[in-house]
Nanobody, 115 residues
Framework: VQLQASGGGLAQPGGSLRLSCAAS????????IGWYRQAPGKQRELVAN???????NYADSVKGRFSISGDNAKKTVYLQMNSLKPEDTAVYYC??????????WGQGTLVTVSS
């Protein structure tokens, strides 16, 4: 499984960005796919993910502001980020886990929220 992340950039507080994660390879083996982030000096944390049953999971800090969705035809998962805050500034990583719990990471994409 290969994951290609894109869509990061600079946004103002209150603004929006959409991240994309395109999956390739043995994508039929993917059970869970989503996003983690790592801010400077902090540990990497789960932002949101979704599984093969369609269940979604969000960090408390992004609930109501971020939304994860997928396009099966494009083999792409999106993270729509609204009402961005400076504390959302981080490198965002696409992450997938397959049915034997092997993990896959995409390259990070930087999101900066600043006025």
């Amino acid at each position: 499984v290969q994951l290609q992340a894109s869509g990061g950039g600079l946004a103002q507080p209150g603004g929006s960005l959409r991240l994309s994660c395109a999956a390739s390879g043995t994508i039929f083996s993917i059970n869970t796919i989503g996003w983690y982030r790592q801010a400077p000096g902090k540990q990497r944390e789960l932002v949101a993910n979704t599984n093969s049953d369609g269940n979604t999971n969000y960090a408390d800090s992004v609930k109501g502001r971020f939304s994860i969705s997928g396009d099966n035809a494009k083999k792409t998962v999106y993270l729509q980020m609204n009402s961005l805050k400076p504390e959302d500034t981080a490198v965002y990583y696409c992450h997938a886990e397959d049915y034997v719990e092997s993990e896959y990471w995409g390259q990070g994409t930087l999101v900066t929220v600043s006025s």
